[in-house]
């Protein structure tokens, strides 16, 4: 399935566009008899580019602000993070994710890219000890990660703590004193080898590896796959390793082939194209804005996938977070503005607007909380900010938290600059 094939699949199949007059008896239909299958299709108007704008920038600074906040305050004095609480019981689950533990590492590498602070700094280095106190290294000298309590280890762990390392020393640089600099160049080399020598025979990445050696094994995932692309992508893009461009091209090119074009040809709305969507769309983003030779290719995809997320995989219909989902679809945004495609920038807009007004009420004493949060107030510091996973369910994990404050993050850089 080509891009071109991608895109014809995610149109919307209504026969004709709702003329203006007739948009208020159809809104008043909707409300009236929300269950008529024939007028499904009409519930999120904003994919026609119908819609009333009601996000504003003060909004978003106040929930990345407070967001901000909640991820401090849900830090370990180990480094690591509080998982997921329950914020009406004030209960912590005891459970863990290694995965989203470095993801929220990550989500504050690319807060202090947008506002560096050095409260901000100092719980970035907190938690990149917490991951170097875990580390090992392979007998080659490849860095990778042995989380407690785990028997088998998660390649996506690694791709995240090298972002990680990537965004901070972006961010950071010369504010570094030599030593931790050196040090963080380091181990980011050491895992970056790591992830390419994880790479399976089709060049994607295992999922798992051995805890004694560092050794991949097990099938791919379209997660792992994408978070690796990414950090090849920017560590090479950005930080000089022009020796890994090859690899992240050749990566690209058939986590492409493997989790979009063949999983959609398998099925429509798959799920393994939903795992791949934000990560693929950032790293095809990072490549089609690198001025690399033949990656122009790269904004064709970001753009047709965010015709299938929105038109196909429905995001504004779903009833979990999908904060995720903007990672991807603001990445469009921007390269339709530089394209100058007015009517897919128009409807990416009003998608944006309409799908992150929504989840901005789902934060705990965000700026526009929902009827739930309101009627369960609260001033408890370790829900503050929180976003929750349901707009009824009170719990708060934190890679929910780390998504949306990235998207409100790219929200604030492209759609709503001032």
């Known amino acids: ?184 160049q380091q181990h980011l080399d050491e895992y970056l080898k790591f992830l390419v020598n994880a790479r399976t025979d089709e060049g994607v990445w295992y999922r798992y590896y051995r805890i004694e050696d560092g050794q991949p ?47 959609l040809r398998a099925h429509p709305d798959s799920r393994i194209t939903k795992g791949y969507y934000q990560w693929s769309s950032m790293a095809f983003f990072e490549l089609a804005t690198s001025g690399w030779p033949d990656t122009e290719k790269y904004g064709d995809y970001v753009l047709d996938l965010a015709d299938w997320m929105i038109d196909v995989h429905r995001t504004l219909q779903r009833t979990r977070n999908t904060a995720y989902a903007y990672e991807g679809i603001i990445h469009a945004y921007e390269l339709a503005v530089q394209r100058q495609d007015t009517k897919r920038t128009k409807k990416l807009a009003c998608v944006i607007d309409t799908g992150l007004e929504k989840l901005t009420s789902w934060q705990v004493g965000g700026p526009i909380p929902n009827k739930f949060i309101r009627q369960h107030g609260t001033d408890d510091p370790l829900a503050l900010g929180g976003v929750q996973n349901h707009r009824s369910q009170p719990t708060l994990r934190i890679d929910v938290t780390q998504h949306q404050m990235h998207a409100v993050i790219l929200a604030r850089r492209y759609v709503y600059k001032q």
């Open 1 to 184: 399935m080509s891009h071109r094939e991608i895109r014809r699949s995610s149109k919307l199949k209504i026969g004709c566009f709702v003329p203006a007059v007739g948009l208020t008896a159809i809104i008043l239909f909707l409300l009236l008899f929300p269950h008529q299958p024939q007028w499904n299709r009409l519930r999120d108007l904003p994919t026609l580019g119908i819609c009333s704008k009601r996000l504003s920038r003060e909004i978003l600074d106040r929930s990345l602000e407070i967001g901000t906040q909640f991820m401090l305050n849900n830090q370990k004095p180990e480094g690591n993070f509080n998982y997921e609480y329950h914020w009406i019981r004030q209960k912590q689950n005891p459970e863990d994710s290694q995965v989203r533990q470095a993801g929220a590492l990550w989500g504050l590498t690319l807060i202090y890219q947008d506002r560096p602070t050095p409260v901000v700094a100092e719980a970035i280095e907190k938690a990149l000890a917490f991951f170097e106190r875990l580390s090992r290294l392979t007998p080659d000298g490849a860095r990778y990660i042995v989380y407690p309590g785990d028997s088998v280890n998660s390649t996506g762990t690694v791709a995240l703590c090298a972002l990680a390392h990537i965004d901070y020393l972006r961010a950071v640089g010369p504010q570094l004193s030599d030593t931790k600099y050196q040090k963080y």
């Open 217 to 263: 094994f097990g099938e791919h995932t379209p997660y792992f796959d994408g978070e690796s692309l990414l950090a090849l992508v920017k560590a090479a893009k950005y930080l000089g390793r022009d020796a890994l461009k090859s690899v992240a091209l050749d990566a690209a090119q058939m986590g492409y082939r493997i989790n979009i074009r063949d999983a």
